[in-house]
Protein backbone atom coordinates (compact mmCIF):
# COMPACT_ATOMS: atom_id res chain seq x y z
CA UNK A 1 0.00 0.00 0.00
CA UNK A 2 2.07 2.88 -1.12
CA UNK A 3 -0.45 5.33 0.10
CA UNK A 4 -2.52 3.86 3.27
CA UNK A 5 -4.40 6.81 3.40
CA UNK A 6 -8.65 7.22 3.30
CA UNK A 7 -9.93 10.46 2.73
CA UNK A 8 -13.74 9.02 3.31
CA UNK A 9 -15.69 12.41 2.91
CA UNK A 10 -13.72 15.04 0.38
CA UNK A 11 -14.17 17.94 2.85
CA UNK A 12 -16.50 19.07 6.09
CA UNK A 13 -17.72 22.32 7.68
CA UNK A 14 -14.58 22.86 8.76
CA UNK A 15 -10.81 21.57 7.64
CA UNK A 16 -10.92 19.28 4.53
CA UNK A 17 -10.31 15.87 4.71
CA UNK A 18 -7.11 16.21 2.36
CA UNK A 19 -5.51 18.39 4.58
CA UNK A 20 -6.24 16.60 7.62
CA UNK A 21 -4.86 14.06 6.91
CA UNK A 22 -1.49 16.16 5.17
CA UNK A 23 -0.75 17.86 8.18
CA UNK A 24 -1.11 14.87 10.41
CA UNK A 25 1.24 13.08 8.20
CA UNK A 26 3.58 16.15 7.94
CA UNK A 27 3.22 16.25 12.33
CA UNK A 28 4.65 12.18 12.47
CA UNK A 29 7.09 13.02 10.45
CA UNK A 30 8.27 16.74 11.26
CA UNK A 31 7.73 16.17 15.38
CA UNK A 32 7.28 12.56 16.62
CA UNK A 33 10.05 11.54 13.98
CA UNK A 34 12.12 14.65 13.80
CA UNK A 35 12.10 15.20 17.70
CA UNK A 36 12.95 11.46 18.27
CA UNK A 37 9.51 11.97 20.77
CA UNK A 38 8.79 7.84 19.67
CA UNK A 39 12.04 5.95 18.27
CA UNK A 40 9.27 3.49 16.97
CA UNK A 41 7.53 5.66 14.19
CA UNK A 42 10.37 6.37 12.05
CA UNK A 43 9.84 2.49 10.76
CA UNK A 44 6.29 2.18 10.15
CA UNK A 45 6.37 5.54 8.22
CA UNK A 46 9.44 4.81 6.58
CA UNK A 47 7.46 1.10 4.93
CA UNK A 48 4.24 3.04 4.52
CA UNK A 49 2.75 1.03 7.23
CA UNK A 50 1.03 3.78 9.00
CA UNK A 51 -3.01 3.77 7.69
CA UNK A 52 -4.67 7.62 7.79
CA UNK A 53 -7.77 7.82 8.25
CA UNK A 54 -9.92 10.84 8.36
CA UNK A 55 -13.82 10.47 10.22
CA UNK A 56 -16.11 13.22 9.26
CA UNK A 57 -17.94 12.78 12.48
CA UNK A 58 -19.99 15.27 14.45
CA UNK A 59 -20.80 12.88 18.08
CA UNK A 60 -19.23 10.85 19.98
CA UNK A 61 -21.96 7.63 18.86
CA UNK A 62 -20.69 7.94 15.22
CA UNK A 63 -17.55 8.08 15.91
CA UNK A 64 -17.00 5.14 18.10
CA UNK A 65 -18.68 3.27 15.12
CA UNK A 66 -15.97 3.99 12.94
CA UNK A 67 -13.39 3.52 15.52
CA UNK A 68 -15.04 0.05 15.87
CA UNK A 69 -14.95 -0.40 11.87
CA UNK A 70 -11.30 0.54 12.25
CA UNK A 71 -10.04 -1.66 15.18
CA UNK A 72 -11.31 -4.59 13.36
CA UNK A 73 -9.67 -3.45 9.90
CA UNK A 74 -6.66 -3.36 11.18
CA UNK A 75 -7.13 -7.26 12.97
CA UNK A 76 -8.10 -8.40 9.88
CA UNK A 77 -5.08 -6.65 7.91
CA UNK A 78 -1.45 -8.41 7.38
CA UNK A 79 1.08 -5.98 9.86
CA UNK A 80 4.20 -5.92 6.78
CA UNK A 81 0.57 -3.87 4.59
CA UNK A 82 -0.75 -1.79 7.61
CA UNK A 83 0.64 -1.96 10.98
CA UNK A 84 -1.05 0.75 12.86
CA UNK A 85 -3.40 3.63 11.89
CA UNK A 86 -4.44 7.18 12.60
CA UNK A 87 -7.65 7.81 12.94
CA UNK A 88 -8.57 11.94 13.00
CA UNK A 89 -12.04 13.20 14.04
CA UNK A 90 -11.85 16.88 13.88
CA UNK A 91 -15.02 17.83 14.42
CA UNK A 92 -15.87 15.72 17.85
CA UNK A 93 -14.02 15.32 20.89
CA UNK A 94 -12.31 18.87 20.25
CA UNK A 95 -12.60 19.61 23.68
CA UNK A 96 -10.34 17.77 25.69
CA UNK A 97 -11.97 16.39 29.03
CA UNK A 98 -14.82 15.17 26.44
CA UNK A 99 -12.10 13.45 24.47
CA UNK A 100 -10.05 11.69 27.79
CA UNK A 101 -13.82 10.45 28.92
CA UNK A 102 -14.31 8.81 25.58
CA UNK A 103 -11.58 7.10 25.60
CA UNK A 104 -13.09 4.51 27.91
CA UNK A 105 -15.13 3.96 26.02
CA UNK A 106 -12.63 2.67 22.91
CA UNK A 107 -10.80 0.44 25.47
CA UNK A 108 -14.44 -1.14 25.93
CA UNK A 109 -14.66 -1.50 22.40
CA UNK A 110 -11.71 -3.04 21.81
CA UNK A 111 -12.65 -5.50 24.85
CA UNK A 112 -15.84 -6.49 23.12
CA UNK A 113 -14.22 -7.01 19.71
CA UNK A 114 -12.29 -9.52 21.66
CA UNK A 115 -9.32 -7.54 20.65
CA UNK A 116 -8.09 -7.24 24.36
CA UNK A 117 -4.53 -7.62 24.46
CA UNK A 118 -3.98 -7.78 20.62
CA UNK A 119 -4.79 -3.55 20.11
CA UNK A 120 -4.67 -1.21 22.04
CA UNK A 121 -5.86 2.70 21.69
CA UNK A 122 -3.52 5.66 22.34
CA UNK A 123 -4.39 9.11 21.82
CA UNK A 124 -3.40 12.71 20.51
CA UNK A 125 -4.86 15.70 21.25
CA UNK A 126 -4.32 19.68 20.39
CA UNK A 127 -5.33 20.61 23.64
CA UNK A 128 -3.44 17.70 25.31
CA UNK A 129 -2.60 18.32 29.24
CA UNK A 130 -0.80 15.89 31.63
CA UNK A 131 -2.49 15.55 35.14
CA UNK A 132 -1.06 18.53 37.70
CA UNK A 133 0.52 20.63 34.21
CA UNK A 134 -1.12 23.94 33.67
CA UNK A 135 -2.14 24.21 30.03
CA UNK A 136 0.81 26.10 28.69
CA UNK A 137 3.24 23.53 29.89
CA UNK A 138 5.38 22.88 27.12
CA UNK A 139 5.81 19.09 28.10
CA UNK A 140 2.36 18.87 26.96
CA UNK A 141 3.45 19.12 23.52
CA UNK A 142 4.62 15.50 23.47
CA UNK A 143 1.04 14.63 22.85
CA UNK A 144 -0.34 17.88 20.71
CA UNK A 145 -1.33 16.41 17.64
CA UNK A 146 -2.93 18.70 14.93
CA UNK A 147 -6.42 17.64 15.24
CA UNK A 148 -7.82 14.76 18.06
CA UNK A 149 -6.92 11.25 16.98
CA UNK A 150 -7.00 7.56 18.11
CA UNK A 151 -4.13 5.84 17.18
CA UNK A 152 -4.78 2.00 16.90
CA UNK A 153 -1.51 0.08 17.93
CA UNK A 154 -0.95 -3.70 17.41
CA UNK A 155 0.15 -5.08 21.12
CA UNK A 156 2.79 -7.06 19.61
CA UNK A 157 4.53 -4.55 17.74
CA UNK A 158 4.75 -2.49 20.56
CA UNK A 159 5.96 -5.42 22.56
CA UNK A 160 8.55 -5.73 19.87
CA UNK A 161 9.62 -2.21 19.64
CA UNK A 162 9.84 -1.95 23.01
CA UNK A 163 12.54 -4.91 23.75
CA UNK A 164 14.00 -3.46 21.08
CA UNK A 165 14.84 -0.17 22.64
CA UNK A 166 16.72 -0.97 25.99
CA UNK A 167 15.45 2.45 28.14
CA UNK A 168 12.06 2.42 26.75
CA UNK A 169 10.95 2.89 30.04
CA UNK A 170 13.12 6.53 29.71
CA UNK A 171 11.36 7.72 26.88
CA UNK A 172 8.74 9.70 28.34
CA UNK A 173 11.07 11.81 30.59
CA UNK A 174 13.56 12.08 27.80
CA UNK A 175 10.43 13.37 25.73
CA UNK A 176 9.70 15.80 28.76
CA UNK A 177 13.65 17.29 28.86
CA UNK A 178 13.21 17.52 24.37
CA UNK A 179 10.70 19.93 24.93
CA UNK A 180 11.79 21.89 27.63
CA UNK A 181 15.02 22.25 25.42
CA UNK A 182 12.98 22.91 22.57
CA UNK A 183 10.68 26.32 24.20
CA UNK A 184 7.67 27.29 22.86
CA UNK A 185 9.43 29.12 20.49
CA UNK A 186 10.88 26.12 18.82
CA UNK A 187 8.13 23.95 19.20
CA UNK A 188 6.30 26.89 16.99
CA UNK A 189 8.60 26.79 14.72
CA UNK A 190 8.26 23.03 14.35
CA UNK A 191 4.40 23.40 13.93
CA UNK A 192 5.20 26.32 11.14
CA UNK A 193 7.32 23.38 9.00
CA UNK A 194 4.98 20.40 9.90
CA UNK A 195 1.78 23.35 8.54
CA UNK A 196 3.51 24.07 5.41
CA UNK A 197 4.97 20.63 4.51
CA UNK A 198 0.93 19.69 4.70
CA UNK A 199 0.01 22.81 2.61
CA UNK A 200 2.73 21.95 -0.13
CA UNK A 201 0.85 18.09 0.05
CA UNK A 202 -2.47 18.68 -0.02
CA UNK A 203 -2.17 22.27 -2.19
CA UNK A 204 -3.07 24.63 -0.14
CA UNK A 205 -6.59 22.98 0.86
Known amino acids: MADSSDTRDASTDGVPAERAIAETRAWVRRAVIGLNLC ?118 SVDRAVAAFPEAEAIFERNMETLEKLGAEGWAEVRKRWEDDAAAESGGA
Open 39 to 156: PFARAVDAKDQIRYVFSDATDPETLLATLVVELQRLADTDPQVVDTTMLIHPRVLTDFEDFNDFLELADAATEDLDLDGILQVASFHPRFQFADTEPDDITNATNRSPYPTLHLLREE
